[in-house]
T-cell receptor
Framework: ETGVTQTPRHLVMGMTNKKSLKCEQH?????MYWYKQSAKKPLELMFV???????ENNSVPSRFSPECPNSSHLFLHLHTLQPEDSALYLC????????????????FGEGSWLTVV | DQQVKQNSPSLSVQEGRISILNCDYT??????FLWYKKYPAEGPTFLIS?????DKNEDGRFTVFLNKSAKHLSLHIVPSQPGDSAVYFC?????????????FGQGTRLTINP
């Protein structure tokens, strides 16, 4: 148990569907992240939120839409996805994205396996 | 252009022996390095880290070595145990425009044989 909870753990959706992934962290952290892990590729950073404000969008297509209503919750809204978007989507959090100390450990959730059919 | 590389996709080690996982990086601006461990169907779990001002950090059975001149770091696990079988990710951190960014390698699958 890392303190970062993701739901659902598995999701199968059609290309015309709209669905959302949810993440909640119980660590009192200020920064939250969405990462994508595709087969045989390194973890890719998608979005970063710090104190509920989006600080980074790593050239992610607009069919992925993040939402951070408060510093404990992060959503990833999905619509009109493509089969190549099938991957493991990982939420993570850390104490302070803009922190002055290096090595701010990032804690990951267990991930949401997404299959687009 | 991959800034963090783990050139061995897999490694097999006998139980009780030493496991050595390697990682190379290209960006000299990285100032902190981390190792994460990942079991199937779970998210990565933080294992150990090292600051760029150090060359070694030890935590129980796990030791991370950093060679800045070679831009190389390694994770040593000794003695290796069956529960260590997992995928290990190397990650490097830097500050870009005041914000921390973490770059991951592709991962190395470690298998500990009984």
């Amino acid at each position: 148990e890392t303190g970062v909870t993701q739901t659902p753990r598995h999701l199968v959706m059609g290309m015309t569907n709209k669905k959302s992934l949810k993440c909640e962290q119980h660590l009192g952290h200020n920064a939250m992240y969405w990462y994508k892990q595709s087969a045989k590729k390194p973890l890719e950073l998608m979005f970063v939120y710090n104190f509920k404000e989006q600080t980074e969008n790593n050239s992610v297509p607009s069919r992925f839409s993040p939402e951070c209503p408060n510093s404990s919750h992060l959503f990833l809204h999905l619509h009109t996805l493509q089969p190549e978007d099938s991957a493991l989507y990982l939420c993570a959090s850390s104490q302070d994205y803009w922190g002055s100390t290096s090595g701010n450990t990032i804690y990951f959730g267990e991930g949401s396996w997404l299959t687009v059919v | 252009d991959q800034q963090v590389k783990q050139n061995s996709p897999s490694l097999s080690v006998q139980e009780g022996r030493i496991s050595i996982l390697n990682c190379d990086y290209t960006n000299s601006m990285f100032d902190y390095f981390l190792w994460y461990k990942k079991y199937p169907a779970e998210g990565p779990t933080f294992l150990i880290s090292i600051s760029s001002i150090k060359d070694k950090n030890e935590d129980g059975r796990f030791t991370v070595f950093l060679n800045k001149s070679a831009k190389h770091l390694s994770l040593h696990i000794v003695p290796s145990q069956p529960g260590d079988s997992a995928v290990y990710f190397c990650a490097a951190s830097s500050y870009v425009q005041g914000a921390q960014k973490l770059v991951f390698g592709q991962g190395t699958r470690l298998t500990i044989n009984p």
